[in-house]
């Protein structure tokens, strides 16, 4: 089962190493990570996205608060949250393109004769959908940033 | 007071001095010179020159085991940091307080393949409970402080402090202050257990009726020995020790039952297997112990107080998991119990009692094997363990290295107190027990300090005989010599068809007698049983010099009882033909 684990952690050199470490020291797997600096300077958050049980999320998240960088660990997929991704798609200049971004919901960010670079935000099924509905001829480069999330409820990922 | 400018060497030192470390073992090389330029310069200080670095962490490691101060150690960058590392795994393993401090390249080389260029902090990330890149000579004093803080509370563990050469240059000088209090935000061990999980493991302690204490390294480096004494005396509970927490329950009480798991004892892994619950304490139930986990004491109710959450339900699922620190969740639960128990009545226990007698009477370990000479003349490594445990009085620290005079030792020595049994438990770590012992003589310096060890092992450090000899540490080496890697030997016996691959060594070893003597130690070689008494009395009395102890045992004799693997704690080898199962 997917599980999106966030967190906040010290910015600074050496931490995402050691949360990054923990995954293949201990064998668990990172389907996607993402990780940038919060209002708070000091403070790194960092969203990952997880497989495993219970009992190997619940190893994860108490792995992860051993670590002295790590300040807070939750996980997001334990209750209501709100996920989305980013994704970027560079393709070839076609109206059959242009016309499919727009009926998709993506931004033309960038465009010239030859190419353009659509946006698209959305969960990771709406970005799986915006991608396989694009033809893959279509599609010179892909970046999706993996998924970010904040919960739906009173409970902060603050500290 | 006036505010002293102070090199970050110097401040290094100072730092150290202020958390009251006396002594440092370590190696020197370019990086760490000036480091070495500011020790030679203070006295509070003392350095221990070792002849590897895998020595020095060792001893450090040795020495916080024996004594509960953390360990020091200096290394230089690149192989001195990687020499280090298996120092430092070993530590971790067995939450160990050790601070390695490496000198590393300067900044600006970093990362250039520069001479001697190692990235300790990446190389020892896995291994390590915390590490610090020193950047500027200002945060030495506080990266000391959160060091010490880090490797001493909570679990325990190693904690690596990499110091740049630049970092440590004596041109740079800056004001010195010592911060009083750390506080690191990330960072708050609890000590205390949760009042509702100690109320629930109280109420399931006075209702068992086939209960056991299993208590592991934790109860000891936690201080904790009096308080779980005191726990099983009021309740009348039989009490089993993982390798790592011998000690911390007397060896000689009635109730203790010995080691369990792997080559634990019958009685030990029979109420392990058989109970109503277990009250497991700064144990982690780990492989050894367990056996199958999903074959695991399957009709007990478990108690589970560790001070690392991630150590709860990790193998086995437990009923009532308190995080919090041993001795102060011990007190709790004593206090709670007391409460509670006004009319506890401890001969419902008698059943049970009763129960293990029988097992320890059919198959417990044989105490006595000097009263049987063997047959053949041949010595029974069990034999040398007893009669190290006579000759000491039982009072000897015992470090060892690891194999089957590993298991000999934690089996037919017995323990009263904490602290005074020393091994890599976790890590397995051959070459641990020469330079742990050094820690510990150190540390020490007037109690008998055994090293219990086989001719593998102790060649994995043995260059180490030249640093005692430098510092007059008489440790006493009792090498089991039975020729061979015995447990590699055991296992191949037993699973291998007997197919000695590399196990054995021809005849290349070394005259033990003579390489000790020219160590400037004195080297006894004992073959024949009926000569083993005295030469332990000789050795054992031969307080300022170093022994060791050459004695040629039965290379045939495997370590029982042995858990067969893949089945439940109650099946196992008892003998070479003789099995519990089937």
Not at chain 1, 127 to 141: G, R
Not at chain 2, 46 to 52: G, Q, S, T
Not at chain 2, 118 to 123: A, F, L, R, S, W
């Amino acid at each position: 089962m997917k599980r999106i684990i966030a967190l906040l952690m010290e910015n600074q050199s050496g931490a995402l190493s050691r949360v990054v470490g923990l995954f293949s020291q201990r064998g668990y797997n990172i389907e996607s990570l993402i990780v940038a600096p919060t209002d708070d300077p000091s403070l790194s958050r960092l969203t990952m996205t997880t497989e495993g049980d219970e009992k190997v999320v619940e190893q994860i998240t108490k792995q992860l608060n051993k670590l002295i960088d790590v300040v807070k660990v939750v996980d997001l997929s334990e209750e209501e949250f709100v996920g989305r991704e980013l994704l970027l798609v560079k393709l070839r200049a076609t109206d059959d393109a242009k016309k499919k971004i727009k009926e998709l919901g993506g931004e033309i960010v960038f465009e010239s004769e030859e190419l353009i670079n659509t946006l698209f935000v959305g969960s990771s099924e709406e970005v799986d959908i915006f991608l396989s509905t694009l033809s893959k001829d279509e599609i010179l480069e892909i970046a999706r940033s993996g998924l970010s999330g904040v919960s739906s409820n009173e409970k902060l990922l603050t500290i | 007071m006036a505010i002293e400018k102070l090199s970050g060497s110097e401040a290094l030192m100072r730092s150290l001095k202020e958390e009251g470390v006396e002594l440092v073992f370590g190696y020197p090389g370019g990086a760490s010179l000036h480091i070495y330029d500011a020790l030679f310069n203070q006295e509070d200080v003392e350095h221990i020159l070792v002849r590897h670095e895998q020595g020095a962490v060792h001893a450090a490691d040795g020495y916080a085991r024996a004594c509960g101060k953390p360990g020091v150690v200096f290394v230089t960058s690149g192989p001195g940091a990687t020499n280090a590392i298996t120092g430092l795994a070993t530590a971790y393993m067995d939450s160990i307080p050790v601070i390695v401090i490496s000198g590393q390249v300067k900044a600006h080389l970093i990362g250039t393949d520069s001479f001697q260029e190692t990235d300790m902090i990446g190389v020892s990330r896995p291994i390590v409970k915390h590490s610090f890149l020193a950047q500027r000579a200002e945060d030495i004093p506080e990266i000391v402080k959160k060091a010490f803080h880090i490797a001493t509370t909570g679990r325990p563990g190693p904690v690596v402090i990499d110091i740049p050469k630049n970092v440590s240059d004596p041109s740079y000088t800056f004001n010195f202050i010592y911060p009083e209090e750390v506080d690191i935000r990330s960072y708050k061990p609890v000590k205390e257990g949760h009042s509702g999980q100690i109320r629930k493991a109280a109420k399931l302690i006075l209702k068992s009726e086939k209960p056991v204490i299993y208590s592991g390294g934790g109860v000891i480096q936690d201080e904790a020995s009096e308080e779980l004494t005191k726990l099983a005396k009021m309740l009348n509970f039989p009490v089993t020790n993982t390798l790592m927490g011998l000690g911390a329950y007397p060896g000689t009480d009635k109730q203790f039952l010995g080691m369990l798991g792997m080559h634990g004892t019958y009685q030990a892994n029979m109420v392990m297997h058989e109970c109503d619950l277990i009250v497991a304490i700064g144990a982690r139930f780990d492989d050894r112990i367990t056996n199958e986990p999903n074959k695991f004491s399957l009709n007990s109710k478990k108690i589970h107080i560790d001070i690392d959450p991630a150590s709860l339900s990790k193998i086995i699922d437990v009923d009532v998991p308190v995080v919090g620190s041993a001795k102060t969740c011990l007190n709790q639960l004593i206090k709670e119990l007391e409460r509670r128990a006004t009319d506890y009545d401890s001969s419902k226990l008698d059943p049970w009692w009763k129960q293990i007698e029988a097992w320890r009477d059919s198959h417990g370990l044989n105490h006595s094997m000097l009263d049987t000479p063997p047959k053949n003349g041949k010595i029974l490594p069990q034999q040398v363990i007893q009669s190290l445990y006579k000759e000491s009085k039982g009072k000897a620290y015992v470090t060892s290295d690891v194999g089957q005079h590993q298991m000999f030792a934690a089996q037919y020595y017995h323990f009263d107190n904490p602290r005074q049994w020393i091994n890599s438990g976790g890590l397995g770590t051959m070459g641990f027990g020469l330079p742990a012992a050094m820690g510990v003589q150190l540390a020490f310096p007037d109690a008998d300090v055994a090293c219990v060890t086989g001719e593998g092992s102790i060649q994995m450090c043995i260059q180490e005989l030249s640093t005692c000899l430098q510092y007059g540490l008489p440790i006493k080496i009792i090498n089991l010599n039975n020729s061979a890697l015995g447990m590699v030997k055991q296992w191949q016996d037993m699973q291998y068809g007997g197919r000695h691959s590399q196990s054995t060594y021809g005849e290349s070893l070394p005259d033990f007698v003579k390489l000790s003597e020219s160590y400037g130690h004195v080297g006894i070689k004992v073959e024949d049983f009926s000569d083993l008494e005295a030469a332990m009395k000789e050795c054992l009395s031969l307080k300022d010099k170093l022994v060791f102890l050459d004695v040629v045992v039965d290379e045939k004799e495997h370590v029982y009882p042995m858990l067969e693997a893949g089945m439940e704690m109650s099946a196992m080898w008892l003998d070479k033909d003789k099995k519990t199962w089937e």
